[in-house]
C-alpha cells in the first residue's frame, strides 16, 4: 500500500514537471542601413533581450545607449562596456553604407530607396542549457545570405549573393569566430543581463483577454495582451481539442509598456460544441481558459445596439418626467381658473363694489429637465 502511494506520488510530481514550461531566452541584435528614407536614420542598432529592448545607436546620435535602467549595472564589470559598443557601432555604420553600394551594383541598380538589414542573436534553454544562435543578412526585404551555425557554412538565398559566400566559406577564422560568438560569447552576455534585469526579465504577469467580434457573421477573436514573458501560446479547443482548423494565428506584438499581445480568430462555430480559447505563458504551470459565452463577446453590433438602447432610456425618462411635469402644470392651472371663477361669482352676488382677490397661488412653472 506504501508503495503505491508512493508510485502515485511521484507520478503527480512528474505531471507537475512536465507541465512547467522551460523559458527559452533570446539576445537578439538588428542592424539597419538606409539609404534616401525621409525622418529615418541612415544607420541604426537596436539590442532586445526576450522581446524588450535594451540597447539603441543611430548615426544622429553616434552614441550606443542603454534603453533599460538596469542595463547600466553591466559597467559594474565592464566600465568601457558603452564607449567600447559606441567604436563598434560607428564602424559598422561605415561598413554598412559601403555594402549598399555593392549591392546596388549587383542588383544593377543606379538609386531609389534601398536597405539593407542584419539580424542576429543566440538563445539559451534555462532548462537543458543548450544554445544556439542565428545570422542573416536581407536586402531591401528579402533574404539575400545566412549563416549556418551546425554546417559552418554561408548559405547564398539570392544569385547575387553567390560572390559573397564563395569569399565568405573561405575564411575559416571568420567561420570559427562566428561559432565562438554565437555558442560562448552571446549567451554569456546574454546570462550577464538576465541577472541584471531579473526583476524585470524573469517575471510573469498573466493577460487579460477578451473575446471580439465585428459582426454575428465575423470570426470571433480571442485577445490577449498585458502577458510576459513574449513566449506565449494562445489557441482555441474545440469539445477538448485542440482546433487546427478554421483557426488564424497573429504574431506576438509588443505593447509600450513593456508586456505583449495576440489573438487568435475562430472562423467558424459549430452550435452543438463547446469551445475554449486557452493561453499558455512560459514558465506558467497553469493555463489560461476562456469558455465561448456569446453573452460576453464584445462586438460592434452589440456595443451599437447598446448605445442605442442607452439612449432610448437616456431620451424616455425626461421625455416621461416632462409629460408628467406637464400634465400637473393643466391640473394645477384648470384648479385655478375653477378657483378664480368660484371667486368671482361670489363676489358678484355680494354689494361690495370691489372685487375679492383670488385666494388660491398661481402655480408655478416648474424647470424643464435638462
Known sequence: MCKMKELVALLLVAVQIKNVKPVIHTLKYIRTASSRIPNFPEYLEVGYIDGVQITHYDSKSRKYRPKQDWMNKITAKDPHYWDRNTHISLGNQQTYKASIEILQERFNQTGGVHMIQRMSGCEWDDETGEVDGWEHFSYDGEDFILFDLKGLRWIAVKPQAVITKQKWDKLDDYKQLKKYYFTEECPSYLKKHLSNGRDFLMRTELPRISLLQKTSRSPVTCHATGFYPREATLFWKKDGEELFEDV??????????????????????????????????????????????????????????????????????????????????????????YTLAATSEQSSSESAPEAASPTAETPLAEPAPE
Open 248 to 337: 488564424e494565428m497573429s504574431e506576438t506584438l509588443p505593447n509600450h509598456d513593456g508586456t505583449f499581445q495576440t489573438t487568435t480568430d475562430l472562423k467558424a462555430v459549430d452550435a452543438n460544441a463547446k469551445y475554449e480559447c486557452v493561453f499558455q505563458l512560459a514558465g506558467v504551470p497553469e493555463d489560461v481558459v476562456v469558455p465561448l459565452d456569446h453573452a460576453k463577446i464584445l462586438s460592434n453590433e452589440r456595443i451599437e445596439a447598446e448605445e442605442r438602447r442607452k439612449t432610448g432610456v437616456a431620451v424616455g425618462i425626461p421625455l416621461a418626467f416632462l409629460a408628467l411635469t406637464l400634465a400637473i402644470i393643466v391640473v394645477k392651472c384648470r384648479k385655478a381658473d
